[in-house]
């Protein structure tokens, strides 16, 4: 009785674990596979307003990979300024298959995460960390990637970051 007490949870487990959703995989897989465009290792340069209102300039290089049979995307990033880490942040993008958009898991080594909406239009990543704030990535007809981030001041968006990376 005994050890048919221990093997039911674990064959019930067993049973959840090694069960695919074929069909949900391969939705999760087209749907980050559009985001290809970002994978690969970057390098180079920004700037971001400072609260002095000042620009203030940064060098970034971000390494981003397919992970867990291409379901999600890795995002790993590294900003330096006066040759001190300025930023160090790690990012997992996955489908969002309830809206159909992404989530973007955003983690940071101040040890502040959050998990945000991120969406693919026209060609350009975009992603939200507040209401009224946005990132858009995409590359640029250099095959750049580029990316700014804007605040939302009553109907219009102004821009606080701006970032060219070129693909090593």
Sequence with gaps: M????????????AHFSFSQEPETDQVNKKAISSLGFIV??????????GRDGQK????QRETINFKL??????????????QKVYHNAMAIISHNKTDENFRFHSYLAN??????????????LYWYP???MRYII??????QWYETGEMKRGEDWF????????RL
Excluded: C
């Design 130 to 132: 507040a209401d009224q």
């Design 138 to 143: 995409y590359l640029n007809e250099n095959g």
């Design 159 to 166: 821009q606080f970051f701006e970032m060219t990376l070129d």
């Design 40 to 49: 690969g290792d970057w390098e180079g340069e920004g700037w971001m307003m």
């Design 111 to 124: 040890g502040r995460s959050g998990e945000y909406k991120a969406e693919l239009i026209d060609g350009k």
């Design 2 to 13: 005994k050890a048919l007490t221990i093997l039911f949870p674990l064959l019930f487990l």
């Design 69 to 82: 049979d291409s379901t999600v995307i890795l995002v790993e990033g590294v900003g330096m300024a006066n």
């Design 56 to 59: 203030h300039s940064f060098t």
